[in-house]
């Protein structure tokens, strides 16, 4: 949708809504990990006046050993005056996902280096994830 940005106020309120980072235990003998990024974006509390986005990004070795880690932004998104009729049109997970750079751009590169910080702290190479959103949808 081209005129998505226009569809919200230009400011936006965002928070860190929380980090989680468990350690695990290694077996001996594995040698080869694997390890999985997955972004989740999904909405809530839609309303006329505008609607709250949720950004996560997980990290998960396969095997599931070392240690798992997670952040989550959360968005408040304001609907501009003009749009707020057209609000239930929308699969605004989908959209926002897949148009919502006016914000993502803020948001993923913040998580990207949190999360770099994070397994840095414990005297290894950090972790550099993209700053941008891999898509995958929850509703």
Sequence with gaps: M???EKMFEKEYEFYLESVKYTR???TEGI???TLNC???LSTSNISKDGLQVSIKRSLQFDPDEI???S???GVLLKFSDNYNSEIDKYDWSDELAHNGNFFLSNIMPRISHLIAEITAS???IPVI???SLAIQLHK
């Design 2 to 4: 081209n005129h998505l």
């Design 24 to 26: 695990k235990h290694k």
């Design 31 to 33: 040698t080869q990990y």
């Design 38 to 40: 997955t972004d989740t």
């Design 67 to 69: 240690y798992s880690l």
């Design 71 to 73: 952040v989550v932004f």
């Design 122 to 124: 414990y005297g290894q």
């Design 129 to 131: 994830t993209p700053p």
